[in-house]
């Protein structure tokens, strides 16, 4: 394949690690802890602040240093729902970059609504598995709780057409990873199926999209790049990891130790 | 001792792997991550959606592709003690088979009413400590916060008599675990001290016997060889383990490599 | 330079890991995993115990056997702040001791009035990083989020001023950690960098100054001593780490195998 050479990912992995960026996360229970120590090792700086009643300080600090926000429906009820939904209005306000992760989107009326209410806010990125994709495009899911049923592939329909009625970038994760703006697609290759062994390595890389898009470079390929470098990561972790447990760590060793010119090297982006 | 060769752990093990079963979890704040990766790590596909608001959907889903639920207190308040109680009585409508994990029964009165009250409603299999199933029978506990300090097997006699009365199989965890419907008793060998020294591991086992459960097994049969299994995959984690956080680690990654000749070579259950 | 030889650190060691004192801690979303298996590996035993249901039980078992409690605003809405002031309120009726760790003092003016209001409930040891102690003492801070823009050394005197003014002990960790009674100051040396690229590390320490309160030592040697053991722990953690995640599990591990003869010989406390 012709892989990109001019999307400048090692320039990103420069640019996070040098400004430490701030990324604000309404995430789950589960992902939180991954959550924060991934962006941690990429050079960022989380925080994990969920409450309505300080959702105006942290939007107004976002804004200020130029920071992402990053929202995730994993464990919503209605308290937790309605604080995001007020703080994705904020972030618009505040012309905040956001990424909205509709965990489990196709599995509850609950979460079909979150997603949408959500979406109708018009999230910078939209990223999420293939189930989840169709689901939200409104074509019938195959979901099974809240792991992906369908291949990325599946999904590349529904993410585009998500894409050109919200006018926001769509990213699918799976076996190849895409990421469009509705006109533009981008493949994403690399990773390692053992990834789905982990939990919230999806939550993950949802917040790390968070800081690629505090970045100088466009949203599209900052995303594009965030999931090359993650995919880069995936597989060089891969080698010295005997099974999920060991990878999880190994994944976070390898992206703390990540240098531009090996993800310059390594990173596989095409434009389809 | 004669161990028993005729549970079939090894064929309990491949099921799971082979259909990837849904494991519903109202889990505690401390226990998701580990729980949800173990699950994985065993081959079920674990889901953690505590909220109200989509109560009936999961078990819409649980009952339509034969999942099994698992309820932990660890953390409970007022508002997740009457989900749990909403989610058990949509568990027994739809026939779902579910587990009760008791964590800190006897250490508060908030804890025991919500052990009872839950445990009022049937589930498939109760499993605490020692300290917890003690308390629960009614005998006076001496557990200290949510660490046990009586044996498992002073709990034995505790554990019968609940199985007995609620017509369940209750299970203990401790130096030998045991597990009972109040008739049979099969007493489980293996694991390690070090355990104790991991936060979780014992909530993270109440999911993985709710993985068993979805099986063709009999439930105490799967209920003895998940613990059967557990405690090999803990003894083989030991061998390469520095403390509790690489055991952990090796643990989960112990558990996705099992293979079952290997579970069927060591395993050590015996009918008592 | 001089460290001190009569603080006794590998005693406290030692009186923890006999006693396995109960350690309850009203901890935040993202670091209760990481904090009840630091307080496993030391030796403590841990209750994860938030609910309003159970305070008076609780609090009254840490009572009963000479237990501690930590409290920790880092992921606080109104509804947990609420139940923390009153099990603090709780604790000091039951002379129980106690740790605040103001997760953020600085970011918001939700986060700075919880810390307030439950700086005027008197702990026994409130620890921050720098920004948070500076943020409190009423200088203007410079958090960013989270984490720390300022030195342990910037806000020395601004954790005297709070010792003083409160009558309470004032712990700041950093690139050298300071602990004083308003007349006394301890510092500690050692640690390392890549400690801040971990999650919730700061407030794990939270917690095992919990574990120190319930010595027999005095509170102030107590805590150096605890923030000395660390620092110990860190820097042979480091050796064998390649990340943060490696780091991580190894510093857990480390603190769960170190002995008190290391510790005496390596920890590194000076009076100022």
Partial sequence: MNYLKDTNPGKLLEEIKTKTPLVWNISNFVSMDIAANMLLALGASPAMAHALEEAEDFSNICKAINGALTINIGTFDNHWKNCAIKIAKQANLNNIPWVLDPVGAG????????????????????????????SISGIKSSGKGVDSTSTSNDALDAATS???????????????????????????????????????????????????????????????????????????????????????????????????????????????
Wanted: with cysteine; net charge neutral; charged share 20%.
């Fill in 107 to 134: 599995a509850s009326k609950f979460r079909n609504e979150n997603a949408k209410q959500l979406l109708s806010l018009k999230p910078t990125v939209l990223r999420g598995n293939a189930s989840e994709i169709i």
């Fill in 162 to 272: 998500i894409a050109k009625s919200e006018k926001i970038i769509v990213a699918i994760t799976g076996e190849v990873d895409y990421v469009t703006d509705g006109s533009k697609i981008y493949a994403v290759y690399g990773g390692n199926e053992m990834m789905t062994k982990i939990t919230a390595t999806g939550c993950a890389l949802t917040c790390l999209i968070g800081a690629g898009l505090t970045s100088e470079q466009n949203n599209l390929i900052s995303t594009a790049n965030i999931m090359g470098i993650y995919s880069v990561a995936c597989e060089k972790a891969l080698i010295s990891s005997k099974g999920p447990a060991s990878l999880r760590s190994e994944l976070i060793d390898t992206i703390y130790n990540l240098t531009p010119a090996e993800v310059e090297k390594n990173i596989k982006i095409e434009l389809i």
